[in-house]
């Protein structure tokens, strides 16, 4: 009776709740505890957002429904990175309760360096340093890290996608916890140029939008976004056999290519944003993971409901997409303005606009639920 009352309580209750006697500390340190208290959790429901350069650092956690109630309480306590965590770090990912942090380390002026930790930012525990991750700077590369987990294995994935800006290529690393020691390359199709943004988990896959055209790739061509959604395609990779497959991304698509889509995960499904004639937003859903037929639409809105000017193409500047549990709101993050935008479909129009402040550089992360899982 007292296990299934305590797995029903907050990680917050729980963690003062080991204070009470040794058998409860016990218990709540079980991993058997720990694995059924994650699974009773919500999945999906809150947004994780951390002020990278605000002093203190804010790390705040909160529902789409709370924000519709109140503003985000930027003096009430933050999450905090802890003791450990001091550096200037990247916040990436969610699953399971951890998220993904990157950090450039110190090193020469031949490579840039990087490491990564898992990091519970209720607990505010966070694991050791991965082993270090080269890249060289004459390159002028942009790296790109993304967290997964395997349920087969147990095993949490880190991918590195290191984007060559001179060369216009993409070189993909893998990082297993617990097990690797160094980082391992994946291979990846070289008439390819994988999208510069973070990859989508889902279904047990990472998922990039990415170029394949029919001759070689034309840096200018880019550039100026003269590529058509033909030349769009979807690449996937199953981070538990580490192969790779390429999806379609929907067929009826504008070739009005003003915008580069958006691919985006909402409720546990891959969903691919595009501008439409210049007015308006479509969203696809992938109805069944791997299925390239069951794309349908999931939504449609204008840019005047969403207070864009749809003349500055601002429509690249929205990121870090979220959606609440029942469908009727959908959040966007406008990295450009710093502003927090909260779209209710039903009435078709944007309910709640939030100023971050934009004098401080801001981290969405989707899919953060509150656990007791360790890092390590």
């Not at 699953?95 to 360096?113: A, F, W």
């Not at 000017?309 to 979220?322: E, G, P, T, V, W």
Request: glycine residues 4%; neutral net charge; aromatic residues 12%.
């Amino acid at each position: 009776m007292i296990s299934d009352i305590l797995l029903r309580l907050s990680v917050k209750s729980l963690l003062r709740f080991r204070c009470v006697c040794r058998s409860w500390k016990s218990l709540i340190h079980c991993p058997i505890f720990t694995k059924l208290h994650l699974q009773r959790s919500p999945k999906n429901t809150n947004f994780l957002l951390v002020g990278i350069d605000t002093d203190p650092a804010l790390v705040l956690s909160y529902s789409l429904h709370s924000l519709m109630k109140e503003t985000i309480p930027f003096n009430a306590q933050s999450l905090g990175f802890g003791k450990d965590l001091t550096e200037c770090y990247w916040v990436n990912g969610a699953i399971n309760g951890l998220s993904c942090v990157s950090s450039i380390v110190p090193y020469d002026m031949k490579y840039k360096v990087f490491n990564v930790r898992l990091w519970n930012p209720v607990t505010r525990l966070i694991s050791a340093a991965s082993p270090l991750l080269y890249v060289e700077r004459e390159c002028a590369c942009i790296v790109k890290f993304g967290l997964g987990y395997d349920d087969s294995t147990n095993t949490y994935k880190v991918v590195a996608n290191i984007i060559d800006r001179r060369q216009w290529k993409n070189e993909l690393r893998i990082y297993n916890r617990p097990g690797d020691t160094c980082w391992r390359t994946v291979s990846t199709p070289s008439d390819l140029l994988i999208s510069w943004e973070e990859g989508q988990f889902v279904s047990n896959t990472f998922n990039w939008l990415a170029i394949r055209p029919p001759g070689p790739i034309d840096r200018q061509r880019i550039q100026q976004l003269e590529y058509t959604y033909d030349d769009y395609v979807i690449f996937s990779l199953h981070v538990g056999q580490e192969t790779h497959k390429l999806l379609r991304i929907p067929v009826v698509l504008d070739d009005y290519n003003r915008e580069e889509p958006k691919l985006v995960v909402l409720k546990d499904h891959l969903c691919v944003f595009h501008d439409f004639e210049g007015t308006h937003v479509v969203v696809w859903q992938l109805e069944k993971f791997g299925v390239e037929d069951s794309w349908t639409i999931l939504m449609k809105f204008s840019y005047v409901s969403l207070q864009i000017d749809a003349c500055s193409c601002s429509f690249r500047d929205y990121s870090q997409f979220n959606m609440s549990e029942d469908g009727n709101y959908l959040l966007m993050y406008n990295k450009r303005d710093s502003i927090l935008l909260v779209y209710d479909q039903r009435v078709k129009e944007v309910s709640k606009c939030i100023n971050l402040c934009n004098n401080h550089r801001w981290v969405g992360v989707n899919g953060h639920v509150q656990s007791l899982v360790s890092p390590e």
